[in-house]
């Protein structure tokens, strides 16, 4: 079945730019309706979507989070990766990438990595 | 854009049924998905297309909406179901996700 395993900085300095990778083994990077997507859920609180990107590069992102997100996507090496600039303490979470279907009205997260810690240093 | 609305605390005692809500203006137009989560563990879906349980999500678990609210359903809780639910759906612009603030169930 589809495994999804996070990589990337676990400490990040303030003001520089956030860059992790998933890798995604025991299935294809390019199915129809099968979306990419990154979800962080900061120390005790809930979860917060980034975005989300097709194996054909388009991409959807939080408004919230917009101006600094890029989210791209190797086919051939079957990973996605996410980039968020000027990161600050709000920034600190546990970082998840995970498979997402989507179509019509359906939309689901299934399965997820099982996430990695970034902190955010002054 | 919308949000999604979760009651931050329930509790039910064991063996009891419980239900979960999530309310939100998208829930009119796109189904819901539940993840559940406990603690130091990735969240896992155990309800998407709002009543449909993936492989190997016990039969306890369901799922049902009406109007702007999702619900999910535990029927006969059982101590391994004490964790935190988040609901999800898209938003009313069908372009983003939305996720609830999510339950905290404590099993008793």
């Known amino acids: 079945q589809v495994q999804l395993q996070e990589s990337g900085p676990g400490l990040v300095k303030a003001s520089e730019t956030l860059s992790l990778t998933c890798t995604v083994s025991?299935?294809?990077?390019?199915?129809?309706?099968?979306?990419w997507g990154w979800i962080r859920q900061p120390p005790g609180k809930g979860l917060e979507w980034i975005g989300s990107?097709?194996?054909?590069?388009?991409?959807y992102y939080n408004p919230s989070l917009k101006s600094r997100v890029t989210m791209s996507v190797e086919r051939s090496k079957k990973q996605f990766s996410l980039k968020l600039n000027s990161m600050t303490a709000a920034d600190t979470a546990v970082y998840y990438c995970?498979?997402?279907?989507?179509?019509?009205?359906?939309?689901?997260?299934?399965?997820w990595g099982q996430g990695t810690l970034v902190t955010v240093s002054s | 854009s919308s949000e999604l609305t979760q009651d931050p605390d329930v509790s039910v005692a064991l063996g009891h049924t419980v239900r979960i809500t999530c309310q939100g203006d998208?829930?009119?137009?796109?189904?819901a998905s539940w993840y559940q989560q406990k603690p130091g563990q990735a969240p896992i879906l155990v309800i998407y297309?709002?009543?449909n349980r993936p492989s190997g999500i016990p039969d306890r678990f369901s799922g049902s909406s009406s109007g702007n609210t999702a619900s999910l359903t535990i029927t006969g809780a059982q101590a391994e179901d004490d964790a935190d639910y988040y609901c999800?759906?898209?938003?009313?612009?069908?372009?983003?996700?939305?996720f609830g603030g999510g339950t905290k169930l404590t099993v008793l």
């Open positions: 998208s829930l009119r137009g796109y189904y």
């Open positions: 995970a498979r997402r279907y989507s179509n019509y009205e359906s939309s689901w997260f299934g399965p």
């Open positions: 990107i097709y194996y054909s590069g388009d991409t």
């Open positions: 999800s759906s898209r938003d009313t612009s069908g372009n983003h996700v939305l």
């Open positions: 025991g299935g294809s990077i390019s199915s129809s309706n099968y979306y």
């Open positions: 297309d709002q009543n």
